[in-house]
């Protein structure tokens, strides 16, 4: 079946939701859920549905959400310790099983004037996790120098997949399919690239990988690189100074390094401080940057010019 695999994801994902809205997901048509990227419930508002073309009203549902589904929601996804993670969203999200990301929105509780807590919830969106096997191919060959692997720095704003592509790139590299093989640590931070249940990856991310998840990414990176003599060391979503020194330490160990962040564009990031340090630092040699073409996801490789 076409898009099965696609199908069989948003299944996963919409048996996290309250039973009434999971039966409303369950009887939209297959083309509709193989490309639904998120499901939204807002207090007071339908629920929705995050297309590559827009956000719509889920077909058939009209009521508002009640706060009430918020948190049986939570419940569910995070088998009966909402309270335990609700303490551990000061990022704003959590990864729950299969790899899927459940955004939260609500009343922060602060001490010492940072977010330890949410109550009252208020938004929930639940990121439907995607696999994409081969799509790092068109790619893979402008990484080389020869027999090197070129650190490389995947951009593109929220949401248009650059974790997706990321994962590619990691199980290309790992299983060598069609370039050398790598051994490749994954600093998984939230659980995304890899999406780890009870030591085993539910994404296909290569037999030569080795995931630290659930540590911070600068911790996760320095573990790997001393204890698991990796090849290629990677990590999602670049955002701390913190993960930037980490980064700096592995390239002068000789990895070659796989990142993201969030901007448009090269001249994006040299206007934002901390990707200004990095591009000072001369870390990475390529800059995938993605961009969108209608519902298409278009890539093209740039070269850091180095000193």
């Given amino acids: 079946m076409m898009y099965e695999k696609e199908i069989l994801r948003f299944h996963q994902a919409a048996a996290l939701l309250p039973p009434e809205q999971r039966r409303a997901?369950?009887?939209?048509?297959?083309?509709?859920?193989?490309?639904?990227?998120?499901?939204?419930?807002?207090?007071?508002?339908?629920?929705?549905?995050?297309l590559p073309e827009g956000e719509i009203t889920l077909p058939g549902w009209e009521r508002p959400v009640r706060t009430a589904e918020l948190a049986l929601l939570?419940?569910?996804?995070?088998?009966?310790?909402?309270?335990?993670?609700?303490?551990?969203?000061?990022?704003?999200?959590?990864?729950?099983?299969?790899g899927h990301r459940l955004g939260i929105c609500g009343s922060g509780v602060v001490k010492d004037g940072a977010v330890w807590n949410l109550r009252q919830v208020s938004s929930l969106a639940l990121r439907i996790a995607r696999e994409a096997v081969g799509i790092a191919a068109p790619i893979l060959d402008r990484l080389w120098a020869g027999e090197e692997l070129l650190s490389t720095l995947i951009l593109s704003p929220p949401g248009w997949g650059k974790t997706t592509l990321l994962r590619d790139l990691i199980r290309a590299l790992s299983d060598g399919d069609g370039v050398p093989a790598r051994r490749?640590?994954?600093?998984?931070?939230?659980?995304?690239?890899?999406?780890?249940?009870?030591?085993?990856?539910?994404?296909?991310?290569g037999r030569r990988t080795d995931v630290m998840d659930g540590c911070p990414k600068s911790a996760g990176l320095l573990m790997l690189l001393r204890g698991m003599n990796p090849q290629a060391l990677a990590a999602d979503e670049i955002t701390a100074p913190e993960d930037i020194a980490a980064l700096e330490m592995a390239a002068n160990c000789g990895v070659s390094l796989l990142c993201t962040a969030h901007g448009a564009s090269l001249e994006d990031l040299r206007r934002r401080v901390l990707y200004r340090r990095l591009l000072e630092a001369q870390i990475f040699r390529r800059l995938?940057?993605?961009?969108?073409?209608?519902?298409?996801?278009?890539y093209s490789v740039e070269e850091l010019e180095r000193c």
């Fill in 25 to 50: 997901l369950e009887r939209l048509d297959d083309a509709v859920k193989a490309r639904t990227e998120e499901i939204r419930l807002r207090a007071g508002q339908p629920v929705s549905l995050v």
């Fill in 74 to 98: 939570l419940e569910i996804a995070t088998q009966a310790s909402a309270h335990t993670a609700l303490s551990q969203v000061r990022s704003g999200f959590f990864t729950v099983r299969g």
């Fill in 184 to 205: 490749v640590g994954v600093a998984d931070e939230r659980g995304e690239l890899a999406g780890v249940c009870e030591g085993v990856p539910q994404f296909r991310v």
């Fill in 288 to 298: 995938v940057v993605i961009r969108r073409q209608g519902s298409r996801r278009c």
